[in-house]
């Protein structure tokens, strides 16, 4: 079976707008070239993609399916043509401007220089890059890239994963030497910890250990807004917290905090660059996406 680039597009923005209208605007068609595009395409896939009701259209769950892994896809494909066109003629530099979004102590710590790096190898771009650990609506707020520390969870946004982040349970040796060493994940429910607000499941940390899913249920009286934040108190004595590599690999470094319970499986943090679907994609967010991933592969410099 062959199938068509221009169906799999309209497929994809429809599913991104909603309507058939609005597609047709943004693809610049009639609304009947789109309409015969998706009837097209459902007959290629030999599945009902849309559900039809007094002119409104609604997703099946095979349409939302396909979608998910047709939008990476189809951005690979563009991006393989695009980095052929580059190979060919590297010598036109990229111009305009990019907006990106990144989580605040991931941004501050290791995001910025990399960003430095390529703005200095591309003098023609513009860049305003927000650092906030607020998950941001990247087409309403006008961002071409987001940061996500953790899994993707729009679907309506492409997703690149960076790299995975470790998670470590940690506390300072003077809180272990005055509240004691947890040896099982049963005895964090009996210790301070601090909590991370952005998670709505904060107080509940869950860990796997020899292939078990185990879980505790983590009181405290601190809770905050952001990582940095979380690792100070933490070195301060205020209790034990669960954090990204990110951000506590130079305190487990030079002995500041301490690991604890280390045969937890603890959660691996995907690392994601994420952006509004968009084809084809814009050289210049292409080649900022590569060189994310290439200043990222590995792990990052904090591994």
């Not at 909603?18 to 009947?32: E, H, I, P, Y």
């Not at 070239?33 to 259209?57: M, Q, T, Y």
């Not at 796997?208 to 990582?227: D, E, I, K």
């Not at 030079?254 to 319970?261: E, H, N, P, T």
């Amino acid at each position: 079976m062959r199938y068509n680039l221009d169906e799999i597009e309209t497929f994809l923005t429809v599913m991104e707008l909603g309507t058939v209208t609005s597609a047709a605007a943004r693809l610049n068609l009639s609304k009947s070239v789109i309409s015969k595009r998706i009837s097209d395409f459902e007959g290629r896939v030999g599945a009902a993609l849309f559900r039809r009701n007094a002119g409104r259209i609604t997703p099946t769950e095979a349409a939302t399916r396909l979608a998910e892994r047709l939008r990476p896809a189809l951005s690979e494909l563009v991006a393989a043509a695009e980095s052929a066109a580059r190979g060919m003629d590297g010598s036109t530099p990229l111009s305009g401007s990019l907006a990106i979004a990144a989580p605040m102590s991931f941004g501050t710590l290791y995001l910025a220089p990399i960003l430095a790096r390529f703005a200095k190898a591309h003098p023609g771009l513009d860049f305003r890059i927000d650092f906030d650990d607020r998950v941001r609506d990247l087409p309403r707020e006008g961002f071409d890239l987001g940061i996500r520390i953790g899994e993707a969870r729009d679907g309506a946004l492409m997703a690149r994963k960076l790299c995975d982040d470790r998670q470590f349970i940690v506390a300072s040796p003077d809180y272990l030497a005055r509240s004691g060493t947890p040896a099982t994940a049963a005895d964090l429910a009996q210790h301070q910890t601090i909590g991370y607000t952005h998670v709505s499941d904060a107080r509940l940390w869950q860990f796997r250990q020899g292939g078990r899913a185990v879980s505790s249920w983590a009181g405290g009286r601190l809770a905050l807004n952001n990582g940095e934040a979380i690792c100070e108190m933490a070195i301060a004595g205020l209790g034990l917290a669960v954090l990204p590599g990110f951000i506590v690999s130079p305190a487990l470094a030079d002995g500041r905090l301490q690991q604890v319970l280390p045969d937890l499986e603890t959660r691996a943090l995907p690392i994601m660059a994420v952006w509004p679907p968009v084809t084809p994609i814009p050289t210049k967010l292409r080649a900022l996406i590569d060189h994310l991933a290439a200043e990222l592969a590995g792990g990052g410099l904090w591994q």
